[in-house]
């Protein structure tokens, strides 16, 4: 990922500093003993739980006696970009809040927590190959088939036994067969719009492609893709089989120019028994698109793997975001909370009041999002993989690969076809690079 030029800026100060014995690091060390107030600071980059993050705050005083300040970075702004005010003006946070493509922007300036008690309870903290876990995750989100429970029980189509090609296509045939009946536009809601959805196809639904039916640790395809562009023709010729399955049974209206907002209405209203989306969706359902849903019937939704090879048993399971301990700041008592977050109380509030679903796999509190429960069952079953296409080059999803599932969509490729675009299109992204 591209840094910000500001941080280049930041990384020449930090140099100099260290070079003349006088880091602020140390400088830190030493304040820490003399001048702690009992406060600690931690930047929130989700405005929209700005009261429950408070309530968290207090909570935590109240238990602990430490105050701690939430500092809210409004919708629309540059999280990074107020990290870099934060920290030229020497008033960084002790907790920082970094999406995956943030973190190499503080290298060398955030706490190793791989000692954390909570690290062993959890398969979404952020890990760097070179300075160990940085991040701590307090949500998560899944990529995986979503799919309306009742349309598929009225089909007799039971979910878990979606395992690979053969039984998602026999499923599609059974929903296909009814789809008069119930008043469906498709069996799948599928998109592959690149202008706008390009986030969607490029990186989501290609990293099915990456990781389905992985260890979070098998870094293999993502491997061979950052070796030049490379991809597995076999393991991709199966994923672009079901790729155009998606095509077949998708909603013309949809496929090829739709926009999210009716492919995730749609879906809220009943019309697709599929859709590929994430667990995100599950706030739209609940909130701008309560009033179809309602109509709907309030269904039951679930996740099936994008199972397209036999045996794929995984959704994609990560954190948007992590929070990470600057070493600059009060780093136990950092610690000291962010392990706190992680046990009772702290998941309490975050999970009940704020709705995060907990990336702990001992956690015994459920968000009432519509996809909370099935996400932290296949956390606590150890099928998630991982969200590598977080590590394939700036854009190469959004802006690249994506124009290619269009292109599939229309017809002017098929699978084969498909294959070989992607192909150029990723060899000719890395020549560049």
């Known amino acids: 990922m591209k840094k910000i030029t500001v941080f280049y800026l930041i990384a020449t100060l930090l140099a100099l500093s260290i070079l003349s014995g006088c880091g602020k690091v140390d400088e830190g060390t030493t304040e820490e003993a003399s001048t702690f107030s ?11 739980v700005s009261e429950q993050m408070s309530a968290l705050a207090k909570q935590y005083q109240k238990e602990t006696g430490i105050a701690v300040e939430i500092m809210d970075v409004p919708a629309g702004v540059d999280a990074q970009a107020t990290l870099k005010g934060y920290y030229l003006s020497d008033q960084m946070p002790d907790i920082i809040a970094c999406e995956a493509s943030g973190f190499s922007n503080w290298e060398g300036l955030l706490v190793d927590l791989s000692d954390q008690g909570w690290a062993s309870r959890t398969d979404a903290a952020y890990i760097d190959s070179t300075y160990g876990t940085l991040g701590f995750p307090y949500t998560t989100e899944a990529i995986g088939f979503a799919y309306n429970a009742n349309i598929l029980e009225k089909c007799g189509v039971d979910p878990s036994s979606i395992t690979g090609p053969a039984s998602m296509k026999a499923a599609f045939e059974a929903i296909e067969a009814k789809k008069s009946e119930l008043g469906l536009k498709a069996v799948v809601g599928y998109c592959s719009e690149p202008e706008n959805l390009g986030w969607s196809s490029g990186n989501h639904i290609f990293g099915a492609y990456l990781d389905s039916g992985l260890s ?27 790729i155009g399955l998606f095509i077949q049974y998708s909603d013309p209206e949809l496929v090829i120019d739709g926009t999210y907002n009716d492919q995730v209405l749609n879906f809220a209203s009943g019309k697709y028994a599929f859709i590929t989306q994430g667990s995100w969706i599950g706030a739209t359902l609940t909130g701008d698109d309560s009033e179809a849903y309602s109509k709907a019937g309030n269904f039951a939704v679930g996740m099936v793997p994008y ?45 009940q009041n704020a709705g995060f679903i907990s990336p702990f796999k001992d956690c015994k509190y459920v968000a009432s999002d519509p996809f909370a429960q099935v996400i932290s069952d296949y956390i606590s079953a150890g099928k998630t993989s991982s969200w590598h296409w977080m590590d394939m080059p700036e854009n190469l999803g959004q802006k690249g690969i994506a124009f290619a599932f269009q292109k599939f969509a229309s017809g002017e490729l098929d699978a084969a076809g498909f294959l070989k675009e992607v192909q150029k299109i990723t060899k000719d992204w890395y020549s560049k690079l």
């Open 38 to 48: 009992g406060t600690i600071r931690v930047l929130n980059i989700k405005s929209e």
């Open 216 to 242: 979070r640790s098998d870094t293999t395809y993502i491997d061979l893709l950052n070796n030049g562009g490379t991809l597995d023709e076999s393991r991709f010729g199966n994923y672009a089989e079901m």
């Open 307 to 351: 199972a397209f090879e036999d045996g794929m048993d995984t959704i994609l399971t990560s954190a948007p975001s992590w929070w990470a301990v600057s070493k600059e700041g009060h780093v136990e008592e950092a610690k000291a909370f962010l392990q706190w977050c992680s046990e009772d109380s702290g998941q309490q509030i975050l999970v």
